[in-house]
């Protein structure tokens, strides 16, 4: 009979305390995230050639079509995300971008990248420094386009999503997903090459003139101080990589790039005219790799670049050529999050100023091809 009693005791008790227990552990897990603070999240973005101005950024009604590369704009601490801006309506004019975080009281004011961006198509590189931030963050922004003299002429509203490093773990592999390769640093060289950036030198060479015409100087017994220094540009450029990894541990790929070489008969010496000879390449690549969950790597252990026949006329022979491809064993690959795939390796030589890094977006549209680029674009 005590040891009854002593058991109700401990029931009723139970029964007290359970409500106040779960209550706790509720309010543990459902406890919101505090508010963001939107000064501190605009103080902590990085944007490069970007000025910070106070107060109401400006805002006229929308006037011309501009578009962005972007519906939702990922960041990631430690990489930058490159976002793309475009409209063929401003030809000969030069403009600027505003971008404000909601509620903030300042906003930035910002040049696109001049090497990169044109009158018609502007390119900036977008990062955050998470000190002070309690990763995994979302905010909105509004981004407007502006002229010279701060007229602005169109606009969009994104969100930013900010993810954690190793907060998420994800498979490299989901039906419709592309890796699209955003840029490439290369030691302290921030974004050494990117879709659409050449990558080359200037040279010179020599030539003749001869009332008003190119000609050989040999030839025509022409004095070598009388020979004409012509300068010109060599460049390759990746327009387009993209990766599919399935789960069955295969892959497949493709590096479109375009170079640009001299053509040294087709060029004027008179009036310093360089012509050049340019090609498209579309070099497409298959493969297998291995995934490890457990530190979320990759390893590449097998890669079969595509081949065609070249004919070269002036042999009159035909040559097999291979697609060119830059991933492979050679390199590291981390999964960082769920959208971003860093690729490492060596450019040469060894140290801080030889590693290669290149970052690749996780992007769920299907790949558009538009003269050989990347070619989804957002209002």
């Given at each position: 009979?005590?040891?009854?009693?002593?058991?109700?005791?401990?029931?009723?008790?139970?029964?007290?305390?359970?409500?106040?227990?779960?209550?706790?552990?509720?309010?543990?897990?459902?406890?919101?995230?505090?508010?963001?603070?939107?000064?501190?999240?605009?103080?902590?973005?990085?944007?490069?050639?970007?000025?910070?101005?106070?107060?109401?950024?400006?805002?006229?009604?929308?006037?011309?079509?501009?578009?962005?590369?972007?519906?939702?704009?990922?960041?990631?601490?430690?990489?930058?995300?490159?976002?793309?801006?475009?409209?063929?309506?401003?030809?000969?004019?030069?403009?600027?971008?505003?971008?404000?975080?909601?509620?903030?009281?300042?906003?930035?004011?910002i040049?696109?990248?001049?090497?990169?961006?044109?009158?018609?198509?502007?390119?900036?590189?977008?990062?955050?420094?998470p000190?002070?931030?309690?990763?995994?963050?979302?905010?909105?922004?509004?981004?407007?386009?502006h002229?010279?003299?701060?007229k602005?002429?169109?606009?969009?509203?994104?969100?930013?999503?900010?993810?954690?490093?190793?907060?998420?773990?994800?498979?490299?592999?989901?039906?419709?997903?592309?890796?699209?390769?955003?840029?490439?640093?290369?030691?302290?060289?921030?974004y050494?090459?990117?879709?659409?950036?050449?990558?080359?030198?200037v040279?010179?060479?020599n030539?003749?003139?001869?009332?008003?015409?190119?000609?050989?100087?040999?030839?025509?017994?022409?004095?070598?101080?009388?020979?004409v220094?012509?300068?010109?540009?060599?460049?390759?450029?990746?327009?387009?990589?993209?990766?599919i990894?399935?789960?069955?541990?295969?892959?497949?790929?493709?590096?479109?790039?375009?170079?640009?070489?001299?053509?040294?008969?087709?060029?004027?010496?008179?009036?310093?005219?360089?012509?050049?000879?340019?090609?498209?390449?579309?070099?497409?690549?298959?493969?297998?790799?291995?995934?490890?969950?457990?530190?979320?790597?990759?390893?590449?252990?097998?890669?079969?670049?595509?081949?065609?026949?070249?004919?070269?006329?002036?042999?009159?022979?035909?040559?097999?050529?291979?697609?060119?491809?830059?991933?492979?064993?050679?390199?590291?690959?981390e999964?960082?999050?769920?959208?971003?795939?860093?690729?490492?390796?060596?450019?040469?030589?060894?140290?801080?100023?030889?590693?290669?890094?290149?970052?690749?977006?996780?992007?769920?549209t299907?790949?558009?091809?538009?003269?050989?680029?990347?070619?989804?674009?957002?209002?």
């Amino acid at each position: 009979m005590k040891t009854f009693r002593f058991l109700s005791k401990i029931l009723v008790l139970m029964l007290v305390i359970l409500p106040f227990v779960l209550s706790c552990e509720e309010k543990s897990e459902n406890d919101p995230q505090l508010p963001l603070d939107p000064g501190l999240v605009s103080d902590r973005l990085r944007i490069p050639l970007a000025v910070k101005r106070t107060g109401e950024m400006p805002k006229s009604p929308k006037i011309t079509d501009m578009q962005m590369d972007k519906d939702t704009i990922f960041l990631l601490e430690d990489f930058d995300n490159r976002i793309r801006f475009r409209n063929s309506d401003l030809k000969g004019q030069e403009w600027s971008i505003y971008i404000q975080v909601a509620g903030a009281s300042s906003y930035w004011d910002i040049e696109p990248d001049p090497e990169e961006s044109s009158d018609s198509l502007g390119v900036i590189y977008w990062g955050i420094d998470p000190n002070g931030l309690d990763l995994p963050i979302s905010f909105d922004v509004d981004i407007y386009i502006h002229d010279r003299n701060g007229k602005t002429f169109d606009n969009f509203k994104r969100v930013v999503k900010v993810e954690k490093k190793g907060s998420a773990s994800c498979t490299p592999w989901s039906s419709g997903d592309q890796w699209i390769w955003l840029y490439t640093n290369v030691g302290n060289q921030l974004y050494f090459s990117a879709p659409g950036k050449p990558v080359g030198i200037v040279a010179s060479t020599n030539g003749c003139c001869l009332e008003g015409q190119t000609v050989d100087c040999i030839a025509n017994n022409i004095p070598e101080e009388d020979w004409v220094e012509l300068e010109y540009a060599v460049y390759e450029m990746g327009n387009l990589e993209y990766m599919i990894l399935k789960s069955d541990g295969t892959m497949k790929g493709e590096l479109i790039e375009q170079t640009q070489n001299l053509n040294y008969q087709g060029s004027d010496f008179c009036a310093k005219s360089p012509a050049y000879n340019r090609r498209t390449n579309y070099n497409k690549y298959d493969g297998k790799f291995t995934f490890d969950p457990s530190n979320q790597t990759m390893v590449f252990t097998e890669i079969v670049p595509g081949t065609k026949q070249v004919y070269v006329p002036q042999t009159g022979q035909t040559y097999t050529e291979y697609d060119r491809c830059y991933v492979g064993p050679h390199a590291t690959y981390e999964i960082i999050g769920c959208r971003w795939i860093i690729e490492t390796s060596r450019a040469g030589g060894e140290g801080p100023s030889s590693e290669k890094v290149r970052l690749f977006e996780r992007r769920k549209t299907p790949i558009s091809k538009e003269n050989g680029e990347y070619a989804i674009w957002f209002d």
